[in-house]
């Protein structure tokens, strides 16, 4: 009793409990024009959930956004990345709404951040605002709508959370007026030999048909040769009138009548939203195939979706037995699609991979056995299966390269956190060499650059991906490139200042402007153009402009420009 105690406690693996009762009709639909989703909560995205709606803006920017329900505004964030520009609004009954990827705000809330950005003299902000300073009621215009940050195309991000722990919840829960009668469909259903690594096989992929009575697998009887098997399905939703092909809200196993486990997409934090790659056939996903959910807990997956009717989506078989599965995979106003076959045990001789490399496991700290110059160690919660991790050392020819080149693990092996990678430069290097020495991760056309800290001639570094890694002496410091203008240049017709700034490693920061020995607000959306629109703070006349951007090594590169208005 004790161990099954603590393998409940440590996967974070839930029981069937009976979700809160949601209040519905409190919140409003942000915008006015009726309500089409782009995408819903927990829909699969690049590492991680999608922790709410994206409301459709029919193509266009700058549709008036409204808040949800009576409240005050408690937050606002800018970031080039990730929301862009985000306001937060606090409702009485506990709940926090967000909006996201918006662009201007109101206007006294509008004036108020850009004061606050000269203050801080940051174009990226966020602002805890003190309670009452901007409240609001239920339909007051606080934002237009936009495609700011990590956005792809116009649209509103919207998100519910609770107030106190910032878990999201799932906005299709509380009534919004988003009409829903189609059920999901259900795309393929795949297989696993649990007596291997998830990440170790490729799975048996199942070919499913929609009948009139539900969905039935090609063919009706499924045969398998291991005594221990899982499942994952491909299966979206959409909604009455969309053609998005958006995330389905449960999926539930039943293995001869009797629920095995569930996974439900009702609420989850931001500190786990990560644990999508748990959730999913990484390994397939990152081999360009579809989305497989899992309906089984991976032993890593901490504060899980999952909960446990009869165990933990693993079937055990013995004897030639036939067993009657089936999944059903619903949206959050029930629509329920239905897939049934049976499954067949016949035990015969199988052949498994050998794996190279360590055997690391889930739960535990794992150390490599690297070599003189590279090693690496991987936390407790940085595995989701028991997986092989190989190492292989290789001899780099660049001659910015300084150190052996460290391959660690397979990139198809998702990192949760916690992978510290050290390695030795060469001998032989300056002290301004090392300290212009960063570590660089590599993976095909994909690249990372994170500087380095130092210990006793190591450099160390953390990173949530495995690849090849190698010191860089980078001594070669970023690039401002003026837009549209030049030095001693007549602005005076002009609207904004452009720059761009390029880098050798494609990493910069500490971009820093100042217009007369003041500091001037550049914007900086999506990380691509540095961009000042003329204000209050360039009068008439000549001015200087000094721009300072540093690279993640620590090279500098200044600029000075001057002009009139």
Not at 143 to 159: C, D, I, R
Not at 464 to 480: A, H, K, N, Y
Request: aromatic residues 12%.
């Amino acid at each position: 009793m004790r161990s099954l105690f603590f393998f409940l406690l440590i996967t974070g693996f839930n029981s069937f409990a009976q979700p809160p009762a949601y209040p519905k009709n409190y919140f409003r639909n942000p915008l006015n024009i009726a309500p089409s989703l782009a995408g819903n909560f927990g829909e699969l995205r690049p590492n991680h959930y999608h922790m709410g709606l994206d409301f459709k803006t029919n193509h266009a920017e700058n549709l008036p956004v409204h808040a949800a329900a009576d409240g005050y505004i408690a937050r606002v964030k800018i970031e080039p990345f990730g929301y862009g520009r985000a306001i937060y609004i606090n409702h009485p009954n506990g709940y926090t709404t967000v909006y996201a990827h918006l662009n201007a705000f109101y206007p006294a809330l509008e004036d108020y951040v850009k004061q606050e950005q000269y203050k801080k003299e940051s174009w990226g902000v966020s602002l805890d605002i003190p309670p009452g300073m901007f409240a609001v009621k239920k339909g007051d215009f606080i934002a237009n709508s936009g495609n700011s940050g990590g956005s792809q195309g116009p649209h509103l991000h919207f998100e519910i959370r609770n107030t106190v722990t910032e878990v999201n919840l799932n906005p299709m829960l509380f009534g919004f007026p988003i009409p829903d009668k189609v059920p999901p469909t259900i795309q393929r259903l795949a297989i696993y030999d649990r007596n291997q690594g998830i990440y170790e096989q490729t799975p048996k992929i199942i070919a499913v048909k929609k009948t009139a009575a539900g969905y039935v697998t090609i063919p009706a009887v499924i045969t398998v040769n291991s005594n221990r098997v899982s499942f994952a399905v491909t299966s979206y939703d959409t909604h009455s009138g969309s053609s998005n092909l958006n995330g389905i809200y449960q999926g539930i196993l039943y293995d001869s009548g009797k629920e095995v486990i569930r996974f439900t997409m009702d609420n989850i934090g931001y500190e786990t939203t990560r644990y999508m790659n748990a959730h999913i056939d990484y390994k397939t996903k990152a081999g360009s195939g579809p989305y497989l959910q899992h309906l089984s807990l991976p032993a890593g997956y901490t504060n899980s979706i999952y909960q446990s009717g009869t165990g933990n989506g693993i079937l055990e078989l013995a004897g030639q037995t036939t067993r009657d599965i089936k999944i059903e995979t619903k949206d959050a106003d029930g629509n329920t699609a239905s897939l049934q076959f049976k499954l067949q045990y016949k035990p015969w001789p199988v052949v498994r991979q050998n794996f190279p490399g360590e055997m690391f496991y889930p739960g535990m700290l794992n150390v490599g056995q690297g070599s003189e110059d590279g090693d690496f160690y991987m936390n407790e919660k940085a595995l989701y299966d028991s997986v092989h991790v190989n190492y292989i050392r290789t001899v780099s020819l660049h001659p910015d390269v300084v150190s052996a080149v460290h391959t660690i693990g397979n990139t198809g092996i998702p990192v949760q956190e916690g992978l510290v990678v050290r390695i030795k430069p060469r001998s032989g290097l300056t002290a301004d060499q090392l300290s212009r020495t960063v570590m660089q991760r590599f993976a095909g056309a994909k690249k990372q650059v994170i500087k380095p800290d130092w210990q006793q001639g190591w450099a160390m570094a953390k990173f949530r991906e495995f690849g090849s890694f190698q010191l860089v002496v980078d001594d070669t410091p970023p690039e401002i490139i003026p837009v549209g203008f030049k030095d001693s240049t007549d602005l005076s017709k002009a609207t904004r200042i452009m720059v761009t700034v390029k880098d050798n490693l494609d990493e910069f920061k500490n971009f820093r402007a100042e217009l007369d020995g003041k500091w001037l607000r550049f914007t900086n959306d999506k990380g691509r153009n540095f961009i000042y629109i003329f204000d209050e703070q360039c009068t008439p006349g000549q001015h200087q402009l000094t721009i300072s951007v540093a690279d993640e090594a620590g090279n500098m590169t200044t600029r000075v420009f001057t002009f009139s208005r």
